[in-house]
């Protein structure tokens, strides 16, 4: 049984991560020196591949490949991971001439990637190799050699990927952003293809989730409080918003009544209870500003307006069913 020693576990700990660190350090300044050009290369191939983008990587580069893989999908670049080992047997049938693929080798020598370069060269399918000896097969085989600086791995006693597998990784989220940058893509973007969890939800809009049409009730300013006390019925959002030349001016609440409750008050008319000028917020606003308003205000729904024209209404309860707290 192995006896942890507090100091040194955090030295340890503290010694591999600030290995990584100095590391990362030197691929940032290698992309302004010679990997300059080839990750250009690299991107711009990856910009111009009309099918996938075909990851690929054995044992520990394998899993860095399959994050970076989702990394390239969940920005817009579609890709997959494709085994290197299954490739051989059958799996190359998933690399057409219009991919491009992306293998991981930090020897640049894996023979299990060897099938699949051949395939790519035999299709002319574009290779970006990501590696750290520039001499090595893959590197060779590569129409754009990313080699890394060898920065050597945390431990000399056993060297485990561990600090070549941190650059792999940061180099995949590198092209990524790069990617990402290029096109254009956007927090709408990504939203669009991240519909669930709690950030599918943060990148929701107002509009993905309002209520429109009969739900959410407007009257005149001049509509009887009876007449308005059906519409906020019929709407089942406790509210209506009072609406005069097409522009929103106030909002009858459930709250309104209950303060202004009395017997005259069946005599009077929306404009004589609303609630003037209330919050509204734009209909392309994220959901996470619309839930912070409504606490900070202490209130339970909000009118989304166009130019001061209602469009919708969006309740606290779409928020909660949409995922955001």
Do not use: W
Not at 113 to 141: E, N, Q, W
Not at 145 to 162: H, I, K, N, Q, R
Not at 182 to 197: N, Q, S, V
Not at 217 to 246: D, H, Y
């Amino acid at each position: 049984m192995s006896i942890i020693i507090p100091a040194a576990a955090i030295a340890a700990g503290q010694e591999t991560i600030r290995a990584e660190a100095r590391a990362l350090d030197a691929l940032a300044e290698a992309l302004a020196g010679p990997l300059n050009e080839p990750f250009v290369h690299a991107a711009q191939l990856l910009a111009d591949t009309k099918g996938r983008v075909i990851v690929s990587g054995m044992g520990k580069s394998g899993h860095i490949a399959r994050k970076i893989a989702a990394t390239l999908a969940s920005t817009g670049t579609p890709a997959v991971f494709v085994h290197p080992a299954e490739a051989s047997h059958g799996d190359l049938g998933m690399i057409v001439e219009a991919d491009c693929v992306l293998a991981i080798s930090r020897s640049g020598e894996t023979a299990e990637l060897s099938d699949m370069l051949y395939h790519c060269r035999r299709l002319h399918v574009p290779i970006i190799g990501m590696t750290f000896k520039p001499g090595s097969s893959l590197a060779k085989a590569s129409t754009a050699a990313l080699v890394m600086p060898d920065c050597g791995e945390a431990s000399e006693e056993a060297p485990a990927p561990t600090i070549s597998t941190t650059m792999c990784l940061a180099m995949g989220d590198a092209l990524a952003v790069a990617l990402l940058k290029a096109r254009g893509f956007t927090a709408a973007h990504f939203g669009a293809i991240h519909p669930g969890g709690k950030l599918g939800a943060a990148l929701k809009r107002v509009r993905d989730v309002m209520r429109e049409g009969g739900d959410d009730p407007l009257i005149s300013p001049e509509t009887s409080v009876p007449e308005a006390m059906k519409a906020m019925s019929v709407g089942g959002i406790g509210a209506a918003g009072v609406v005069e030349n097409g522009k929103l001016i106030g909002i009858v609440t459930d709250g309104d009544l209950r303060r202004k409750l009395s017997p005259e008050m069946f005599a009077k008319r929306a404009r004589d209870i609303m609630t003037a000028n209330p919050q509204t917020i734009a209909p392309d606003a994220p959901l996470v500003d619309a839930i912070a308003i409504m606490n900070e205000k202490r209130i339970n729904l909000l009118f989304a307006v166009e130019d001061g024209r209602p469009v919708g209404v969006v309740h606290m309860h779409d928020l909660l069913a949409a995922g955001v707290r």
